[in-house]
Every structure is written in structure tokens, then in C-alpha cells.
């Protein structure tokens, strides 16, 4: 919770869900114009929104009546990499690592539990209002001039509260009230004696989950930078309180790390340190990592040295001990929490704006998302050069050799140019295709997304030549 010190997100209101289906565009790339929101940087945006919607990435919500209110829905190319970024997060965050173990906390949950974390009293951002086109804002966001009319005729700020109240049951009283999650981090915390109890864990180790969060936010900005419901990727790390700083300097580190090896270029991210008036009060050390995104750098998740300030404030509200008795040494403390806390949809877009390319083959432009294997929505698409038998019934069987090793497409229609930079433009890495030749010698061609070159494989081998070159 970090409402009172947030980076900036974007300031430009330009809504990316309005996408036509555009021709290509050759975009020369300049490094000068990264991270400064050139030209070149807010073209790749809309190449990016416009791809993401006509190839089936993501498709503003309820769009058959007219969209509703910066929401937005993950369609048949979209769940499948959003799977990918939480299931590479889950991997390096639980699956590598012997102390962290995960949760999957209720989304709706009481109002105790945001009362004692401070969300109820101060999880807000400033609001103003323009007297003069009447819109409303997030005062921090907009210099004193309102972006619709360049009026800087505005009310006093004044707090507006980001969580979506409901009420349970059938009956709307004050009994009945309940909050969606701002956050997962909460329900760690809330669960930290359980955990603790029931897997043995000892300091240090961490308590990690994904998924749904709730934002009521004044201004949702930048496509699915910033909107009112999206997944975050949150993970409490409870150390013993003399090593927070060790430990958060370690998680700085790693997850910095995280974004480099699934592919993003290093200069296109960096760690930026809040200064110490921009530290919220309970937090001993906080930075954010940050990617050039086409308006400017700006955050992709935070990690902060959160001390024992949320494990005492629940210990204090619920009147349950949150602590640790180490027996070894006798000693009872409530350790300190270091927390990387990513968003899921956020990190998407990042992994899709780096991974957008244009070049030239045989010279002819293609464009190709070169995306890491690992976050590719298909690994595989299985082509057959023709759709004549008995081709097809070939091409059919090696799809259904593939499909329980990865996820595969298969692609009939138009010419096999045509298919591979279909698949080129959605990232898939590697393209099998299946000729006349294959009914003779048993064999099919594996060809390379990013190199294109071209190898013939045993269908007999193919599993194991697939599995070397996509899985981990
Ligand atoms: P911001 O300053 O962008 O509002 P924050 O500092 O409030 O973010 P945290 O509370 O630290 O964000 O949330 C952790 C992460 O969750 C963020 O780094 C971001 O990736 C993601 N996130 C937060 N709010 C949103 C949102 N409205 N839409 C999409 N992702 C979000």
C-alpha cells in the first residue's frame, strides 16, 4: 500500500482501447527517443494496442455495447500469456525456492482487516475537480491544469478512497459491508500464524500469491497500465528485523533480475530508490522497478522493507499473537517483511512492448514479437502445406503428438508465407511444417521464429526436438 509516495503513472488521457486494425508501419528505432515518450515510442504503443486487439491479446470489455469504462477482457492469445507471466513468477518465486510456499486468499473480506491496515483511513488518492468541464482527477497526476480543458479553475483536493465497498448477503446494513481487495498482500498477513503453523517455516521465508485486485481509480490510464481490476503478483518475505535490509537489498536484486531473463533489454529498465520524503512511515527502504514505457519510465512493481509495522498492526487489532519464537535461542520477535509486489497485467505489457519488432525478410517486412519462449501464448504451430488428404490427417496426428508437451495452433488457410508471419506477429517460436515430402520420408521441417532458418526432424524425434529448443 503505497497510495501516498506512487511514481508517476502516465499523464497522458489518451485512451488506447479506441484501436482500428492498422497497416504496418516501419518504425526505425531511436534510442534517444527511449524513455523520454518520443515519437517512435508512442507509435510502438499503438502498433502494440492495435496488434493485442486484432490478433486476440486483449479486447476492451463489453465492447458489443460500447465498452465499459476502461475494463478490459484477456481473449484466447491474452490468457494464455498472462498464464505464462504468473506461472514464470510462480516458478522463480515458489517453485525454485525451498521457504516460500503460496496462498490463494479470499477476495472479499472484511472490513476488520482494512481497518487495521490503514487501507479504510488512508488508502486514497487526492481528487479535484475542474469547475470549469466539470471532470475529475488525481491531483498529483496533472500540475494544476486540467488535461480536458487546460482550466486550472480546480476545487481543493481532497481524499478519495480506492477500495470497492459491497454488502454480503441479502440484507445492505453496516454489518453487511465488505470490501474486493485493494491488494493480495493482506491476506498473507492475515494467514502468517497458519502458514507458519502448518508448514514449520521459520524465518526467513516468504508467503506468495497472484491474483485479483480492485482499484477504484480516479484515472485509468495507459491500456491496462493502470485499471480497476487487474492481477498482481505479491510476496511477503518475513525475516528476523536485523536482517530486513540484507534481504531487501537480495529482493531488489532478484527481481530485477526477473525481468531481464525473461527478456527484457536491461537499458529498458532500472531500480529507483524513493527518497526518504517519499517513503511511506512505515517503510524503512522502498524502489520500484521501473521500464521505459512509451510515456516515460515509469513502475512496474515495487519493493519495499514494509518492517514489522503490518504483522503488529493485525496482532494488535485481532488481539492474536503475530510473532515468532525462535527456541533455538530463546528469543520471541515479530520478524520484519520485505515485499516484491508486481502486477501481472502491468508486466504483460511491458514483456509485449519490449518484444515488439519489425524487420525484413527477403525483402519483405514482417513484424515479430520476440517474445521469451517461456511467455509465448504457442510454443508450436503445426502447418501442413496443403489441405488435401492425406496431408491433413499427417498434419493432424503430429498436432496431437505435440498438444500434451505444449501448446500448439494449427493453421490451414493461405499460403505458408502468409501462416508463418501470422505466427511471427503473435510470437510463437517455432513453426512444423508438414509437406508431401513428410508422407514419403517420415519428417517435417521445424522453422525458428527469430532466425527463420529451417531444419528437417524425424517425426519420430520431434517431441524430444521440440522439448530441447521450447522447454525449460
Ligand atoms: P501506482 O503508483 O502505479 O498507483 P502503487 O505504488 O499504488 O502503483 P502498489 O500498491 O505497490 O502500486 O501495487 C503493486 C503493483 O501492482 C504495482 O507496481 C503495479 O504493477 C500493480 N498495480 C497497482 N495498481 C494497479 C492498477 N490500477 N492497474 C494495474 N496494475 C496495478
Known sequence: ?????????????????????????????????????????????????????????????AEIYGGFRSTYDYGPLGVLMLRNVKEAWWRSMVQLREEVVGIDAAILSTPKIWEASGHLASFSDPLVDCRNCHERWRADKIGGVCPSCGSSDLTEARPFNLMFKTHVGPVENEGTVAYLRPETAQGMFVNFANVMTTTRKKPPFGIAQMGKSFRNEITPQGYVFRTREF????????????????????????????????GIPREKLRLRHHSPEELSHYSAGTADVEFAFPWGWDELEGIANRTDYDLNAHSKASGVRLDYFDQATGERYTPHVIEPAAGATRAMMAFLLAAYDEDEINGEKRTVLRLDKRLAPYKVAVLPLSKKEPLLQLAHSVLAQLQPLVMCEYDDTQS????????????????VTVDFQSLEDRAVTIRDRDTTEQVRVPIAELDQAIQQRVCL
Not at 11 to 16: A, E, N, P, Q, W
Open 416 to 431: 505458408i508465407g502468409r501462416r508463418y508471419r501470422r505466427q511471427d506477429e503473435i510470437g510463437t517460436p517455432l513453426c
Open 231 to 262: 492481477e498482481q503478483m505479491e510476496m511477503e518475505y518475513f525475516v528476523p528485523p536485523n536482517e530486513g535490509r540484507r534481504w531487501f537489498e537480495y529482493w531488489c536484486e532478484e527481481r530485477l533480475s526477473w525481468y531481464i531473463d525473461l
Open 1 to 61: 500500500m503505497d497510495k501516498d509516495l506512487s511514481a508517476s503513472p502516465p499523464s497522458s488521457s489518451v485512451d488506447f482501447s479506441d484501436e482500428v486494425a492498422t497497416g504496418k508501419r516501419s518504425l526505425s528505432r531511436n534510442d534517444d527517443e527511449l524513455a523520454t515518450g518520443g515519437s517512435y515510442e508512442m507509435d510502438l504503443m499503438e502498433q502494440v494496442t492495435n496488434l493485442c486487439k486484432r490478433r486476440g491479446f486483449i479486447f476492451p470489455s
